[in-house]
């Protein structure tokens, strides 16, 4: 008979981030070993505060910091209510972390969060006292000093769980769900565990138990890559399981424990749904969901950040060339007071669909998304602006994409009335039994991702004049190795890490072309590759004279590399910033004292070509 709980060496947050060799070496020697380690401390854990962006058109700061709040102190009573004593309530100060592959380092909680955000024990005596209660509210929630337009939520962790049922002297161990890396990764951020993310669980589940929630993470194969090794379905503390699993490695993975919504053989039937109800958290961030829906916007500050160095004025026509999903974009309309226009760009027809709801969401109207490859975005002159206008390259660039804007504003409604239709007839279709229901979700999420039989495609655009835009925003698509939490880092290689860089210099070489002469670029990514960042920034300098950096307003960031002629990047060793340059940009650092993911600005004036001013 097999054992319905599982016995592990001490449950624990204490996850191994993996990364590839070369990688791993080639970012030590870019930063110092000592400060990659701690970067890599850091990117395990989510940041421990909230950076909330408000719509200041609709509402005040001042209001949405009271309605939080309120919120914060009712979200107490009742985790308190679920967890009883559950929860110790404390942060657990002893947490260390192994590196990549045999590299390891232990770098303390201390060394990793700001000191303002170490938390205290709360006296007995003022724990229940109101008064103390509304200031501990305030103290977690609060204006940022700089940018007046953002509240800062405070959560805590890595805190101390209880993985142990019953009385001292009769304790066992939770009943357990093995969950998959990006479902782990959603948890620690504050998500549920849904469906498609469990992986394995502990025998006979039933329906509100309460279990322990663990993460299966992405190990060496043993061939030169990477595989999780675990078969969906799989029983906990079974011969098969004993075969996948290594008890002494994971146990370092437990993210906290909830209470389960369906039983076993639900978890594993069912293909959606909340799984596990999350109640106590290695990281207790406040949830967002659905709470003040239209004046709030859930974002990164450094992506806050690039909004404002952009500085957009009211009247300007502004572009976006990566806009999904659509933060950076509406955060730029709310500091243009929703008066100019905004050309939002994306090749995707999903995400372009998202940028328009979140835009209607807002109640913001400057906002044209448009499907378009920004590869693509310059206009040759050859090239005919639309086909239906028939309208030469000289056309008055403001004109032509209005137009082009209302075709595909019209064509995005109806798709999206089509897609509400779609999905009551999916609904409809469910009560025909559970193989019909999978058979249809599955034709619908081919439908609804590929556009094919749900309503009329967006018109294609050509590509826009060179110089038509005042000011770009070129948030370009990267390695994203600065996002936090992560769990798992072995999936770049220094190959793939020169083919963005490669991909992010021909975006540049589009977007330099699309702004007008004394206009602005700004170029950002979410990555701590300094081939993407600096090495981008280089390029740009050295190839484009016309171009240079230029001050950046609010500065929260800290300073960008130098040099780079002795980091060899796998088949080149490529310059970075030069000295005095450094302080022109703004790196995010994760382990810094801002506590945010890793993030890099670049801000560039744009100046008439050589060949122009001498005529």
Not at 359 to 382: F, P, Q, W
Request: proline fraction near 5%; glycine fraction near 8%; charge should be neutral.
């Amino acid at each position: 008979m097999e054992n319905t709980t599982t016995t592990l060496l001490e449950p624990t947050y204490r996850p191994r981030l993996e990364w590839n060799t070369e990688v791993y070496e080639y970012l030590s020697k870019a930063y110092g070993h000592q400060h990659f380690a701690q970067i890599c401390n850091a990117l395990i854990r989510p940041a421990n505060q909230s950076c909330v962006r408000v719509n200041t058109l609709e509402t005040t700061t001042a209001e949405v910091i009271r309605k939080l709040r309120k919120h914060l102190l009712k979200k107490k009573e009742v985790t308190e209510e679920a967890t009883g004593n559950h929860h110790t309530g404390t942060t657990r100060k002893e947490d260390g972390v192994s590196l990549p592959l045999t590299q390891a380092a232990a770098v303390s909680s201390e060394d990793i969060l700001p000191r303002q955000q170490q938390q205290q024990q709360v006296p007995a005596a003022a724990a229940g006292d109101p008064k103390f209660e509304e200031r501990n509210a305030a103290e977690c929630c609060f204006e940022h000093e700089l940018l007046k337009n953002v509240v800062l939520v405070r959560g805590k962790g890595p805190c101390n769980i209880n993985y142990k049922i019953g009385k001292e002297d009769n304790e066992s161990g939770l009943k357990e769900v093995v969950v998959s890396r990006k479902c782990g990764e959603a948890v620690l951020r504050g998500a549920h565990v849904f469906v498609p993310g469990v992986l394995a669980c502990s025998g006979h589940v039933e329906r509100g138990e309460m279990v322990a929630v663990s993460v299966a993470v992405e190990r060496p194969d043993g061939a030169g890559g990477w595989c999780v090794g675990v078969t969906r379905g799989t029983t906990l503390s079974s011969q098969h399981a004993n075969s996948q699993f290594e008890d002494t490695s994971r146990s370092g993975w437990f993210i906290g424990t909830g209470r389960a919504m369906m039983t076993r053989a639900s978890l594993f039937r069912e293909t959606k749904g909340v799984a596990v109800e999350m109640v106590d958290r290695v990281f207790d961030l406040p949830s967002f969901n659905g709470l003040l829906t239209g004046d709030i916007f859930l974002q990164n500050l450094p992506s806050v950040v690039a909004a404002h160095v952009l500085d957009p004025k009211p009247g300007e026509r502004i572009l976006d060339m990566c806009a999904a999903p659509g933060g950076k974009t509406t955060a730029i309309a709310m500091l243009m007071e929703d008066k100019g226009e905004i050309i939002a760009l994306d090749r995707s027809h999903n995400k372009v669909s998202d940028i328009v709801r979140l835009s209607e969401e807002m109640k913001l109207t400057c906002i044209h998304a448009m499907k378009m490859d920004a590869l693509k975005s310059v206009l040759s002159e050859s090239t005919k602006i639309d086909n239906c206008l028939n309208q030469p390259c000289n056309l008055d660039p403001r004109q032509s994409s209005a137009c082009l804007v209302d075709k595909q504003n019209a064509a995005g409604s109806r798709m999206r009335k089509t897609e509400v239709q779609t999905t009551a007839a999916l609904k409809s279709s469910l009560d025909k039994g559970a193989y019909a229901s999978r058979a249809e979700a599955r034709k619908a999420a081919r439908r609804l991702k590929t556009g094919q039989n749900v309503g009329e495609q967006l018109p294609p655009i050509k590509g826009f004049c060179p110089r038509s835009f005042d000011r770009v925003l070129l948030d370009a698509p990267c390695s994203a190795l600065g996002l936090r939490p992560r769990l798992f880092a072995g999936q770049e290689t220094l190959e793939s890490l020169r083919k963005h860089s490669n991909y992010q210099r021909r975006m540049l070489d589009q977007a330099v072309q699309l702004v007008r002469p004394g206009g602005t670029l700004v170029y950002s990514t979410c990555t701590l590759n300094p081939g993407e960042n600096e090495a981008v920034v280089r390029y740009a300098l050295d190839t484009y004279p016309f171009l240079s950096l230029a001050p950046q307003h609010p500065r929260i960031g800290g300073p960008g590399l130098v040099g780079g002629q002795d980091v060899f990047d796998g088949s080149a060793f490529r310059s970075w910033l030069r000295e005095g340059e450094q302080h022109m940009v703004q790196r995010f650092d994760p382990s810094g004292p801002n506590d945010t993911i890793g993030f890099f600005i670049a801000k560039f004036a744009v100046d008439l070509p050589l060949e122009e001013l001498a005529m």
